[in-house]
């Protein structure tokens, strides 16, 4: 799928492309064009590689250890029984994020917690042990073509 981003990263290695080729036809032989439409053509591609790279690494597993213990909701991996790698929701609660907000907190120990929240529904939560986490991705950037989800 083409993003907004890509597709005006597209929209301008396009028009950097074509003034290239018209100040390579008027100013310059026809060795020397060809020298600058490559480079005109490159340039663009190679920095939106370069901002794709940048955003995969972002996105890397790193370890739990590694993880925030704030309370702030992450994406939590671990493989399930069968060997399967499983991708969650979670968050880590603390001791007292457990007694403050817990209905029946005895005898739950901080922890990882897969969460789910559903719009009209108390949040749930399960007991986990992850080993990897990442942060969540940010929203999708809204565009004039999207349309505004009512409540």
């Not at 600058?36 to 597993?61: F, N, T």
């Not at 790698?85 to 457990?98: D, F, K, L, N, P």
């Amino acid at each position: 799928m083409i993003t907004n981003t890509d597709a005006a990263a597209r929209r301008e290695a396009f028009e950097r492309c074509l003034l290239a080729v018209e100040e390579a036809i008027t100013l310059r032989g026809a060795r020397e064009s060809i020298k600058v439409l490559i480079d005109a053509v490159a340039a663009p591609s190679s920095e939106v590689q370069a901002d794709h790279i940048a955003d995969e690494r972002k996105m890397e597993w790193l370890p739990i250890e590694t993880a925030p213990k704030t309370g702030r909701t992450v994406l939590l991996g671990y493989p399930n029984s069968a060997g399967k790698w499983r991708t969650v929701r979670g968050q880590w609660m603390s001791e007292a994020y457990i007694a403050d907000y817990w209905e029946e907190p005895d005898d739950v120990e901080p922890g990882w917690f897969e969460t789910s929240e559903e719009a009209d529904d108390v949040p749930n939560c399960w007991r986990i042990e992850p080993t990897h986490w990442m942060p969540l991705p940010a929203a999708p950037a809204s565009s004039a073509g999207d349309q505004e989800v009512e409540s």
